[in-house]
């Protein structure tokens, strides 16, 4: 059909529907007509999230979301007039995650463009909460979408100085994204760290008013040294060891 052909590399979408039975309650003999509606339209969504589980996220357009967001509409439509209040809010869910997703592949195309930091932080609104959804559907993210993210992540990250935001992406998996980077890429995990980590220092830096810069000094000094201890903990030190 035209996804399969589109993108050769899917998986089996009869086991993409298994794996996503905790979400999706596909239809019984019991449900209604508009719930055995919505629970098809519902795998049929799915379904349309298959290019984030390889390179092809990559190359999608905000208009590839277009006509999912129009089913879903009109579904929390039905649903509401035949007040299904469960199956709406899981549309509604949806619906959300979808329009972040189209947002956040605005900004993404907008940063490709310029490569500018700031271009990267404005994905930042959309990106995670949209990760965080496709997590939830079971999908297994390709790693260079997960490489973004982590990015992302670390670009906005609060707290203390540059150590918090480190063990942020620890948290979110650090340790085997970087280890799932193929050693003949063309950016390897610890080029691709290195970059990440140096943009935002670099944007912090030269942020700061020349008057704090004796002053933060230490603190500064901490926070690298902080960074250095975190990283040679991870499985994926010795990858990193140019860098630490």
């Avoid at 390179?55 to 277009?66: D, G, I």
């Avoid at 900004?107 to 490709?112: G, T």
């Avoid at 271009?119 to 999908?139: D, I």
Wanted: charged share 25%.
């Amino acid at each position: 059909d035209i996804l399969r052909t589109a993108f050769p590399d899917l998986n089996n979408l009869g086991k993409l529907e298994s794996s996503a039975s905790s979400l999706v309650s596909f239809a019984s003999s019991s449900d209604s007509p508009v719930e055995k509606q919505a629970k098809q339209i519902l795998s049929w969504a799915l379904s349309q999230l298959q290019p984030y589980t390889s390179s092809a996220w990559e190359v999608l357009r905000e208009s590839a979301f277009t006509n999912t967001l129009s089913k879903l509409t009109c579904l929390k439509t039905e649903l509401a007039h035949d007040g299904k209040d469960k199956l709406l809010a899981e549309v509604d869910s949806w619906c959300d995650a979808l329009s972040g997703a189209k947002l956040f592949t605005k900004k993404l195309k907008e940063y490709m463009k310029q490569r500018k930091f700031a271009k990267l932080k404005g994905m930042h609104p959309y990106m995670g909460a949209f990760v965080t959804f496709l997590k939830a559907q079971s999908l297994k993210i390709h790693n260079s979408m997960l490489l973004v993210h982590l990015k992302v992540e670390f670009a906005c990250s609060g707290g203390d100085i540059w150590s918090d935001g480190l063990k942020l992406l620890i948290k979110l998996g650090l340790d085997e994204v970087v280890l799932a980077v193929p050693p003949n890429a063309e950016t390897n995990g610890e080029s691709w760290l290195r970059a990440s980590l140096l943009s935002r220092i670099a944007d912090d830096i030269q942020s700061m008013e020349v008057q704090n810069c004796e002053v933060m000094r230490p603190k500064l000094r901490k926070a690298v040294g902080c960074m250095v201890a975190d990283l040679k903990t991870l499985k994926c030190a010795s990858v990193l060891e140019p860098l630490i």
